[in-house]
């Protein structure tokens, strides 16, 4: 079945940096929009997606709360994903998780995920 398993979260402190990335397994990854969400600890606890990246790589989209700040990238050689985060706030604080699209705004694999904390 996909595997989706993410790394590089971690603790950092406002505008700082983190990178994290997303290995792909057991699926044909260079067909497939990839992307990040984060879901942070509410009431609702809601999932919010942060990016996604087409198959090719050559078109992204970001959640206005973190473009220019975040940059979403692939290597279709290596199936992988990244989220480069910069000027991180403690807002970014969440849970991250790799995802695979099924469709148009649809995604039916994530990953385990990964925390991220800025203190």
């Known amino acids: 079945h996909v595997q989706l398993v993410e790394s590089g979260g971690g603790s950092v402190q406002a505008g700082g940096s983190l990178q994290l990335s997303c290995s792909a397994s057991r699926f044909v990854f260079s067909r497939v929009v990839m992307g990040w969400f984060r879901q942070i600890p509410t009431d609702d606890n809601e999932a919010q997606v942060v990016a996604t990246i087409s198959p090719g790589g050559d078109s992204t989209y970001y959640a206005d709360s973190v473009k220019g700040r975040f940059t979403i990238s692939r290597d279709n050689a290596e199936n992988t994903v990244h989220l480069q985060m910069n000027s991180l706030k403690p807002e970014d604080a969440a849970a991250y998780y790799c995802?695979?699209?099924?469709?148009?705004?649809?995604?039916?694999?994530w990953g385990q995920g990964t925390q991220v904390t800025v203190s």
């Open positions: 995802v695979r699209s099924s469709g148009y705004w649809s995604f039916d694999y």
